[in-house]
């Protein structure tokens, strides 16, 4: 009977062997320990600090499954970068530095006044909220700072339709600089009236 048993329990050892068998890492170079991403629970349950790498994942990012940047290989090979896996609509017009104008929280979400603020034309007022293709036509393509800072480019409707005083019978200036401001149009003030009539002098001053 103890013969009987021995070989029952040998005949267990034997079937359950191969199951409990280590199986092959799909890792070919790692030099993490597979408890640092996996968890004993659950081999698919991973939980892996980015920070260790210098690259913290924050907004849209921190959704991403791992193998949306890695090859199981090796995860040291990842494209570095923004380029890297977003496609560069820009062409290369505007820098490989996306997080410029664009953030992790979202694509379509950027400070359009921060971005002016180191440009010829910064933006205020109500040209922060002037869709950007109605002074970049070209977009995404096409390079930005090509675009005329000149107002009367845009306002060329404004300058020739108004008609109290009519701009063009009076031979206004079309730099619209000199009489109207960014933070708001009306009223103007024409800061040389003095040289056609004077109004800033004499019995008309105020």
């Not at 009987?4 to 799909?26: D, H, I, K, Q, W």
């Given at each position: 009977m103890?013969?009987?048993?021995?070989?029952?329990?040998?005949?267990?050892?034997?079937?359950?062997?191969?199951?409990?068998?280590?199986?092959?890492?799909?890792?070919?170079?790692?030099?993490?320990?597979?408890e640092t991403c996996h968890r004993a629970t659950s081999f698919s349950d991973v939980v892996f600090d980015h920070g260790q790498t210098g690259f913290v994942l924050e907004g849209r990012h921190e959704a991403l499954a791992c193998l949306s940047c890695h090859t199981p290989r090796d995860f040291a090979e990842v494209a570095r970068g923004c380029t890297g896996c977003h496609l560069d609509v820009h062409e290369v017009q505007l820098g490989v530095d996306c997080g410029r104008c664009h953030t992790v929280q979202s694509w379509d979400i950027f400070d359009v006044e921060a971005i002016h603020i180191h440009t010829q034309f910064p933006i205020m007022s109500r040209h922060a909220r002037v869709d950007c293709q109605s002074c970049h036509p070209t977009l995404p393509q096409g390079n930005m700072s090509s675009v005329t800072t000149r107002c009367v480019v845009c306002h060329q409707v404004d300058y020739v339709g108004t008609t109290r005083p009519s701009h063009v019978s009076s031979a206004f200036s079309t730099e619209c600089q000199e009489c109207h401001r960014m933070d708001f149009w009306r009223p103007a003030n024409m800061g040389d009236h003095d040289a056609l009539f004077p109004i800033f002098s004499g019995r008309h001053a105020g």
């Open positions: 103890k013969y009987v048993l021995r070989f029952a329990m040998l005949g267990v050892l034997v079937v359950a062997g191969p199951a409990t068998a280590a199986t092959e890492s799909p890792h070919e170079r790692l030099q993490r320990d597979c």
